[in-house]
């Protein structure tokens, strides 16, 4: 083999034009990477048509033979020749389009891609015709046509041969049974698009796919079967979204079912994913993803699909104020629709979008620490086990702010005991309640102190006899950053002196050793340097603190007080999970256990 010379070095190599057919085949495969992206092009087409059915047909994964055969609007005869022409579209007039636009397609690349790496077959009739027209491409050029051909009204696309003009692009595709994969992974993609349209996929002779018109209900019901779904409806300011997304119980250690749509296209946008998983942050265990299908639509000038010729990748014009929008108003749907035990499953609520400055805080965590007690539940001095906050129901319970308690309407769960330690059981009618203890009063301290992080003050009682510390430097700094916060929260703390802080009232709800609890938050607290960084870490703080001075699993909860801790759950909106996505409670029906059974 010749050595080549460096860059730089030898014969000065001139700029010239490429050979006709040379571009036409590197601008093919921005658009045409496999078959599956070119069943999708097709497929976008026919849907651009109007059609209402659309069937397609692959050979050896779609490397041998594709076609695409619909009912659509179709294509006049003296059209064809331009259908396969570079950057001729019936989408797009002028370049003030690009702002509006409305179709799949409108860079006019498809057919005249396809065209240039496989042979294409064209055969298309306009309703009002009496015939058809058919014609051939092939590497780019017209072999016939086009001319008369019988067919219904619509369009057929036979894409043969592909890439056989191209080998080094060919060898790059994968096995039959991939491709061919990756092809009913597309068209599933578009059945939950277009629940409308029915879609039929027949792969080396046999049917894969054979979906008739349905909802998108219906549809997802389909393809996860054992997944319950919950419609989102959301007015935004200027963009609309509907959804099914799965409950909180319901999700997957990867992000592969929660498909997102712009505008009835199909893409794959960073910040709408993350909208979405972080509304569940709190309701699911963290790195696992909800199910479902995302519609968002939005006005075409506030957001621009022309970025890469794929079109799965978009820009919004203020993604900053939609992720909030989006975020907030789907995790308030979500807790509308989450129930403790006792209530009937609650309708999906439709909600209007919360205003763009709502505050976006992180996915909660739990970090371990040497400390035990904290905020709302801690440790009595000399005593290595803590006292439980529920000798009686809270007075004056805080309302929920999207799921108000239905204590009047609710049945009776008669406490049976429990379960190690760990599980309260509790007879609902026919049905057995499983409660988690610890999971259930994390949940409940989660919700009081993200409510002093919200600004909502809560109740506080005067103690007696005020309790003055001396205090380490550290929970000075604490003091000092989340002093506002713990004010809200019913604490009243304040430094003595130079060296000592004082507590003067404590939450209503309150039970234990204020000292052991203000301490401990106060050093949580010093953590965050200052109190911007704090609302920030908000949900974060609140789940460390709730878990920490939690009921232990393994602690013998008495019967009074599993009492108590159910009627505090019931007043507890989303108290379906804690703060770390870990179920709370599980109702095992009588259906269930017979079927377990086998009766």
Not at 244 to 262: E, I, K
Not at 498 to 519: K, L, Y
Not at 580 to 586: A, I, Q, T
Request: net charge neutral.
């Amino acid at each position: 083999m010749a050595e080549q010379p460096a860059m730089g070095e030898g014969t000065v190599e001139r700029i010239r034009p490429m050979p006709p057919g040379l571009s036409e085949v590197i601008a093919a495969g921005e658009v045409v990477e496999r078959p599956a992206s070119a069943i999708k092009e097709l497929v976008e087409n026919s849907l651009d048509a109007g059609a209402s059915e659309i069937l397609v047909e692959v050979g050896k994964g779609g490397k041998l033979r594709m076609v695409v055969d619909d009912n659509g609007r179709g294509i006049h005869p003296e059209d064809l020749p331009l259908a396969i022409a570079r950057h001729a579209t019936s989408k797009l007039t002028d370049a003030d389009g690009l702002s509006r636009i409305r179709t799949f397609g409108f860079r006019g690349e498809a057919l005249a891609s396809l065209a240039a790496v496989s042979q294409l077959t064209i055969e298309s009739r306009v309703e009002t015709l009496p015939e058809g027209a058919r014609l051939l491409a092939r590497a780019g050029e017209i072999v016939e046509g086009p001319a008369p051909a019988p067919r219904r009204p619509g369009t057929r696309v036979t894409v043969e041969d592909l890439f056989a003009n191209v080998p080094a692009r060919r060898k790059f595709l994968r096995t039959d049974r991939t491709e061919a994969q990756k092809v009913r992974d597309i068209l599933k993609i578009f059945t939950i698009a277009h629940p409308e349209v029915g879609f039929r996929l027949i792969s080396d002779g046999r049917e894969q796919l054979n979906v008739p018109p349905a909802t998108l209900a219906d549809r997802l019901s389909a393809l996860h079967r054992r997944t319950r779904f919950v419609p989102v409806e959301i007015e935004g300011v200027r963009f609309r979204l509907t959804a099914m997304l799965s409950h909180p119980h319901d999700h997957q250690r990867t992000g592969a079912n929660l498909l997102t749509f712009v505008n009835r296209r199909y893409v794959r946008d960073a910040m709408l994913r993350r909208a979405i998983q972080s509304a569940y942050d709190g309701a699911i265990p963290p790195g696992t993803w909800p199910l479902g299908a995302v519609f968002l639509d939005v006005l075409p000038e506030d957001v621009d699909v022309n970025v890469h010729p794929a079109k799965t990748e978009i820009r919004f014009l203020n993604p900053g104020t939609m992720f909030a929008e989006i975020r907030g108003a789907i995790r308030e749907t979500l807790t509308a629709t989450r129930r403790p035990p006792g209530f009937d499953e609650a309708a999906p609520a439709t909600v209007a979008a919360p205003s763009p400055a709502a505050r976006v805080a992180p996915s909660p965590s739990s970090r371990p620490s040497g400390r035990s007690g904290g905020f709302g539940g801690a440790s009595v001095r000399g005593s290595a086990e803590p006292v439980l906050a529920y000798a009686a129901v809270e007075q004056e319970p805080r309302p929920a702010p999207s799921a108000a308690p239905l204590l009047d309407d609710a049945p009776d769960l008669d406490p049976l005991g429990a379960l190690g330690d760990r599980y309260l059981l509790f007879r609902e009618g026919r049905a057995l309640v499983l409660v988690d203890q610890h999971a259930a009063h994390e949940r409940i301290r989660y919700d009081r102190i993200m409510a002093a992080f919200d600004a909502e003050r809560q109740p506080a009682q005067e103690l007696l006899v005020p309790v003055v510390f001396e205090a380490e430097p550290a929970e000075f700094e604490g003091l000092r950053v989340g002093g506002d916060w713990l004010d809200r929260a019913g604490f009243a703390v304040e430094p003595f002196g130079p060296t000592s802080i004082r507590i003067r009232s404590v939450p209503r709800w309150f039970q234990g050793d204020p000292e052991s609890a203000v301490r401990e938050t106060l050093h949580e607290l010093s953590r965050w340097k200052t109190p911007e960084t704090l609302a920030a870490h908000a949900r974060e703080i609140a789940a460390s603190l709730a878990c920490k001075g939690a009921i232990l699993s393994g602690r013998k909860v008495p019967l009074v007080e599993q009492k108590a801790l159910l009627e505090q759950l019931r007043r507890t909106p989303g108290a379906d999970t804690c703060p770390h996505g870990r179920p709370v409670w599980r109702r095992m029906t009588m259906d269930e256990l017979d079927r377990w059974f086998g009766r």
